[in-house]
């Protein structure tokens, strides 16, 4: 059991970190250069997207489950923009990727939390018999 515990976590926290940065660098890519806001400063617009997902990556890197569980409510609010986003005609590509992105992260970093804490239970089980 613990092993195949094991095998679904590295393959979650694979498709966390691929998804998370994929998603940093499409927002990056998105309204910098793809298509950026009409505005004078496009870069602000940026930072309202790309601060609050990156201020997740220290725990996306360290694999802390709880906080991969607290990503997963901020990402619903990415999610609303991106379905939004996917219905206009003229960012609908870029929506639908970012769907595609946020979709994958949320489901393997609540799997990856889910699986994880699982994993340390039963870890600390055997460590104890």
Do not use: N
Not at 7 to 26: D, E
Not at 81 to 93: D, G, H, M
């Amino acid at each position: 059991m613990s092993a195949k515990l094991e095998t679904k976590t590295r393959i979650s926290r694979v498709l966390v970190l691929a998804s998370y940065f994929g998603l940093l660098l499409l927002f990056t890519l998105w309204y910098l250069w793809l298509a950026p806001a009409s505005s004078d400063h496009p870069w602000v617009v940026w930072l309202v997207h790309f601060l609050p997902l990156a201020a997740f990556a220290p725990v996306v890197v360290k694999g802390a489950p709880r906080g991969h569980a607290w990503l997963c409510f901020v990402l619903l609010l990415y999610f609303l923009e991106a379905v939004i986003a996917a219905l206009v005609p003229t960012t609908r590509w870029l929506g639908l990727i970012d769907c595609t992105l946020l979709v994958t992260l949320f489901t393997s970093a609540m799997l990856f939390a889910r699986w994880r804490s699982q994993l340390t239970r039963a870890q600390q089980v055997e460590a104890q018999s």
